[in-house]
């Protein structure tokens, strides 16, 4: 005689378009979905460097410097992989500016590191298709779920 199963009944999602959905993560990401992440990363930066930016300024750039970087490593992109992880100890040492200030302080190779990362980055999202960009956001969430180097700049500056 079969056992009754205990868990709830839950349908399989029907894709409507299923040419779509595959060819979908293939073609290059849309103009306005970049249009609108370049302003929110300029918008970030300039808060940055007038001093008024708050902690979400500067959780936007760090994300654009992850992917900047994931993306780069999984594509073999070296020639830019310097300047990248120049830009990543910049916002690591304005990081822990901002712990001791209590406000973001740049300096001017700071600054230029990390508006050259904005570039890359821009550059990176202008050749990538969209599935790249799905990978490269996956692998900084398998980064983030193992602790592969997600050091906080607290625990940094304690150690």
């Given at each position: 005689?079969?056992?009754?199963?205990?868990?709830?009944?839950?349908?399989?999602q029907v894709i409507?378009?299923?040419?779509?959905?595959?060819c979908g993560g293939?073609?290059?990401?849309?103009?306005?979905?970049?249009?609108?992440?370049?302003?929110?990363?300029?918008?970030?930066?300039?808060?940055?460097?007038?001093?008024?930016?708050?902690?979400?300024?500067?959780?936007?750039?760090?994300?654009?410097?992850?992917?900047?970087?994931?993306?780069?490593?999984?594509?073999?992109?070296?020639?830019?992989?310097?300047?990248?992880?120049?830009?990543?100890?910049?916002?690591?040492?304005?990081?822990?500016?901002?712990?001791?200030?209590?406000?973001?302080?740049?300096?001017?190779?700071?600054?230029?590191?990390?508006?050259?990362?904005?570039?890359?980055?821009?550059?990176?999202?202008?050749?990538?298709?969209?599935?790249?960009?799905?990978?490269?956001?996956?692998?900084?969430?398998?980064?983030?779920?193992?602790?592969?180097?997600?050091?906080?700049?607290?625990?940094?500056?304690?150690a």
């Amino acid at each position: 005689m079969a056992t009754k199963r205990n868990k709830k009944y839950k349908p399989r999602q029907v894709i409507q378009n299923p040419m779509q959905y595959l060819c979908g993560g293939y073609k290059k990401i849309d103009g306005e979905h970049k249009q609108v992440l370049n302003i929110k990363n300029s918008e970030a930066m300039l808060k940055i460097v007038n001093g008024t930016a708050d902690k979400p300024d500067f959780d936007l750039l760090i994300g654009a410097s992850n992917m900047a970087l994931v993306l780069c490593e999984i594509h073999d992109h070296n020639n830019a992989h310097d300047d990248l992880i120049k830009a990543r100890d910049a916002l690591h040492s304005l990081g822990k500016r901002y712990l001791e200030l209590g406000r973001f302080v740049l300096k001017g190779d700071e600054m230029q590191a990390i508006n050259h990362m904005l570039e890359i980055h821009d550059e990176q999202l202008n050749v990538m298709r969209v599935v790249d960009v799905e990978r490269g956001y996956a692998e900084i969430q398998r980064r983030l779920r193992h602790h592969i180097g997600t050091k906080t700049i607290v625990e940094r500056v304690a150690a």
